[in-house]
């Protein structure tokens, strides 16, 4: 995934950083335990910071780990975090313990997917709730967000699709804002594109809002029933590889006693 460019030095990269966190010099250096004298010039390019300074300034501004290597190889230095891929061997327990995991959510529906939203494992919650999309969408690597925005995708069945739609454009608009990729913002343009339909009936309709109070839900048909969902959104805690620190787990519980009921009976 394309991130900042490397010809821009570690000064002004690390002022977009601060300035995007809307912090000062002096907050930042208290932080960091420096001084502002100091931080500032790191900013102006009048002083090189040492590989130990660009990490902890990083982890103050909370700058994503790919981006961190990004600085480091800036400033001159090797990155420090690898990127290995999931398919490597050195991943097989932690993809033995994601398959678990997603198999005992079941039939709850429940995923993991990457920084470009791509599908890297899924449970058969997921299957049952996209059968019937458009073959080309399911094709790896599988895309969460076109599957669920796209015409031919889930778009049609989700009931509550503008304030859905909604939701999911924020998301990657927060992503974009904070990485910077540029694959990442076609994506975001590509779905974002999507014509939105009218909903059943040629009108839009509005019960999630007030049936589920406490989450804005995933109302969607599946199987002739209409079911609903609140998705929750989990990730590793204190990776120290890109790829993981990438990964996020995405969730489905049930909204109300009729979707409960219902999954609970797939499981008899």
């Known amino acids: 995934m394309t991130t900042v460019a490397l010809d821009t030095g570690v000064g002004p990269l690390l002022r977009s950083w601060r300035e995007r966190s809307r912090i000062s010099q002096l907050e930042l250096a208290l932080r960091a335990d420096s001084s502002a004298r100091h931080i ?20 103050h501004l909370g700058v994503p780990m790919r981006e961190r290597n990004a600085l480091l190889v800036v400033a001159g230095y090797a990155p420090r975090y690898t990127e290995t891929a999931l398919d490597d061997p050195a991943m097989g327990a932690l993809r033995e313990g994601m398959d678990r995991l997603l198999q005992g959510y079941d039939p709850y529906p429940a995923l993991v997917v990457d920084g470009m939203y791509n ?57 974009i804002a904070l990485v910077r ?36 839900p995933l109302v969607i048909e599946q199987d002739g029933r209409l079911l609903s969902f609140v998705a929750s959104i989990a990730t590793f805690n204190t990776p120290m590889d890109v790829t993981v620190a990438e990964l996020a787990i995405e969730t489905f519980l049930p909204a109300d006693p009729g979707t409960a009921a219902y999954l609970r009976s797939l499981a008899s």
């Open 181 to 216: 990729s540029a694959e990442l913002r076609e994506l975001y343009e590509e779905v974002a594109g999507y014509p939105v339909e009218p909903g059943p009936g040629g009108e839009e309709w509005d019960g999630p809002s007030s049936s589920v109070p406490f989450a804005l």
């Open 119 to 175: 599908v890297v494992a899924a449970n058969q919650g997921i299957a049952r709730m996209t059968a019937g999309v458009a073959e080309h969408l399911l094709v790896p690597p599988l895309n969460a967000m076109r599957l669920t925005l796209h015409p031919e995708g889930l778009a049609p069945r989700i009931r509550n699709l503008r304030e859905w739609r909604a939701d999911l454009l924020a998301q990657m608009e927060r992503q």
């Open 40 to 59: 500032s010039f790191i900013e102006t390019g009048r002083a090189r910071p040492s590989e130990e300074m660009v990490l902890r300034l990083a982890e």
